[in-house]
T-cell receptor
Framework: SQTIHQWPATLVQPVGSPLSLECTVE??????LYWYRQAAGRGLQLLFY??????ISSEVPQNLSASRPQDRQFILSSKKLLLSDSGFYLC????????????FGDGTRLSIL | QKEVEQNSGPLSVPEGAIASLNCTYS??????FFWYRQYSGKSPELIMS????GDKEDGRFTAQLNKASQYVSLLIRDSQPSDSATYLC????????????FGQGTILTVHP
């Protein structure tokens, strides 16, 4: 069966510091991968998605970037965090080329001080 | 632009009742719809997928899709306090990118 791992679960960072969140998927190959952010009490905002290694599409221009160095690894980064980057960050995967749903990791709760 | 609208809620039902959650969508092109449940502080969990007109039942959950009227609903029978959560409706994009358009969610509270 497929599993998705995200870490860390919780992170507290000062304004201006860098960020690296990692997501890995097991049990499948060539998945579609997604990064979302959910602000407190708000809906899901798609940040980036990837359909293959090195292929990144950005949905919203912002202070973040994403990379996919390996087939089942997706990384969300920032060089300098802003207060507005606080939120719940979710990674999701889906089978490539199918009509299947997305499946979410447990998320990272990021607080910026 | 694709839009998915959910009944704003919050929705409160007594234990044992039927909870009805509704969702309308603007894009007729997609063939896939999903319901996710999100407990407070947790990530969304898929509970139902529906791809064709009509009803799909899974245990206490029934998803209904009406493409002519562009709505999808979720019925929860014999509601339990453990069903209290935010329910997210999502529409698939119909392409290999697999992007989903999410509604804002409906908060459901089941009181004993």
């Amino acid at each position: 069966s497929q599993t998705i791992h995200q870490w860390p679960a919780t992170l507290v960072q000062p304004v201006g510091s860098p960020l690296s969140l990692e997501c890995t998927v097991e049990g499948t190959s060539n998945p579609n991968l997604y990064w979302y952010r959910q602000a407190a009490g708000r809906g899901l905002q798609l940040l980036f998605y990837s359909v293959g290694i090195g292929q990144i599409s950005s949905e919203v221009p912002q202070n973040l970037s994403a990379s996919r160095p390996q087939d089942r690894q997706f990384i969300l980064s920032s060089k300098k965090l802003l207060l507005s980057d606080s939120g719940f960050y979710l990674c999701a995967w889906r089978r490539h080329d199918s009509n299947q749903p997305q499946h979410f990791g447990d998320g990272t709760r990021l607080s910026i001080l | 632009q694709k839009e998915v609208e959910q009944n704003s809620g919050p929705l409160s039902v007594p234990e044992g009742a039927i909870a009805s959650l509704n969702c309308t969508y603007s894009d007729r092109g997609s063939q896939s719809f999903f319901w996710y449940r999100q407990y407070s502080g947790k990530s969304p969990e898929l509970i139902m997928s529906i791809y064709s007109n009509g009803d799909k039942e899974d245990g206490r959950f029934t998803a209904q899709l009406n493409k002519a009227s562009q709505y999808v609903s979720l019925l929860i029978r014999d509601s339990q306090p453990s069903d209290s959560a935010t329910y997210l409706c999502a529409q698939g994009g119909g392409t290999s990118y697999g992007k989903l358009t999410f509604g804002q969610g409906t908060i459901l509270t089941v009181h004993p």
